[in-house]
Every structure is written in C-alpha cells, then in structure tokens.
C-alpha cells in the first residue's frame, strides 16, 4: 500500500501568516492527490485536487503544489476561518490512503 | 444537486455485523465511483473501499476480509456490510464522490 507522511501533525499560526502543510507519498502517484479541510463536527471539503486544482468555491489564498514525491497545502494568509484540520488522500491505486492530518491553530 | 445520505444503526453489538446504506440523488451510481470513509472519534481519515461506476470493487487491505460494498442503482443506494465488528469500529461513517460528502452517521459499537 502507498503511506502518505503528512507533517506537521500540529501547526500553530497567527492570522495573516502563510502556512504549508506538506505529504510524501511512499510510491509515485503522480498528481493523483487531493487536500481535503474538515471543521469541527462537519465531513471533510475537497480544498485541492489533481495536485494543484483549486476545487469550486475554494478561496484563492489556497493553492497546492508538488516537488516530486512531496505535495503542499499551502495558505498564504492565514484567515480565521481556516482554523480546522487538514488531510491529504492519494487515488493513484487502490487502497487510497490518507495522511494523518494536519491540526491548524491559532497561536 | 448532488446529495449523497447514510443511514444505518447508531448502535451495534460487538461481534455483529454492521449495514449501512447511502442513498444518492442528482447523479447516476453507473457514471461515479462512489466510496466509504470513516473517522474514529478524535481521530483521522480512513478509506474503506469503494464501488465503481461498472459496479467492482476495492478495498482497504485491512478490512476487506470483513467488509462488502454493494449497490441498488434501482433505488440508488450503496451498501456497506462490515462483521465481526469490535469496539475500535466505533467512528462516524461517509460515503462520498470525494468532491461531495455525505453528513456521515455515527456508529457506536458497545461490547
């Protein structure tokens, strides 16, 4: 099975910061790599898609990117409402597999 | 638009066997894959295993000696099957297009 290793587990931030959440894939996936938000009691947002995909609806100041086998969740200013966890999923082959997420807090 | 709905026991005894069913609407089962996520309390994002648009299957390595996933198109429901349920199956459930998600049900496994 293809491991996702997501760091940081816990990231604190500041409103305005610009944060980076990364996951390496144990196998080439190629951009077969979703980033998914999830708040408190509610199912997870599809963020990012394909990689670099902004998915509808999705503000702009989110934007994904890969370097090889490393794939980045990035915000470039950090706003209240981003405050939530983070995961990122591979579909290039089954099993899919998520990494173990990404707490994002305020500082 | 696109809704996808479980539903199933909120409470199953250990050892028992779980079913669980998402009902689907704005879209067709024969033209999307549709999967299975769950989510411990507290805890992380697991895929279970999803139907395809053709109607096969996949599974997560961990649970497919345990888990069915099926589908009525006629009703357009997909089912999930999972026994020998044990206290660490406690976790709200999804079935999701990965782009729309359902509002999941939780499912509590009492020993």
């Known amino acids: 099975d293809i491991q996702m290793t997501q760091s940081p587990s816990s990231l604190p931030a500041s409103l305005g910061d610009r944060v980076t959440i990364t996951c390496r894939a144990s196998?080439?996936?190629?951009?077969?790599l979703r980033w998914f938000q999830q708040k408190p009691g509610k199912s997870p947002r599809l963020m990012i898609y394909g990689a670099t995909n902004l998915a509808a609806g999705v503000p702009s100041r989110f934007s994904g990117s890969r370097s090889g086998s490393d794939y980045s969740l990035t915000i470039s200013s950090l706003e209240s409402e981003d405050m939530a966890d983070y995961y990122c999923?591979?579909?290039?082959?089954?099993?899919?597999?998520f990494g173990a997420g990404t707490k994002l807090e305020l500082k | 638009q696109v809704q996808l709905k479980e539903s199933g026991p909120g409470l199953v005894q250990a050892s028992e066997t779980l079913s669980l069913t998402c009902t689907v609407s704005g879209f067709s089962l024969t033209s999307y894959h549709v999967s299975w996520v769950r989510q411990p309390p507290g805890k992380g994002l697991e895929w279970m295993g999803r139907i395809r648009s053709g109607g096969s299957t996949d599974y997560n390595s961990a649970l497919k000696s345990r888990l069915s996933i099926s589908r009525d198109t006629s009703k357009s429901q997909v089912l999930l099957k999972m026994n020998s349920l044990q206290t660490e199956d406690t976790a709200i459930y999804y079935c999701?297009?990965?782009?729309?998600w359902g509002q999941g049900v939780m499912v509590t496994v009492s020993s």
């Open positions: 196998q080439d996936i190629g951009n077969y």
């Open positions: 999701t297009l990965f782009d729309y």
């Open positions: 999923l591979q579909s290039k082959e089954s099993p899919f597999t």
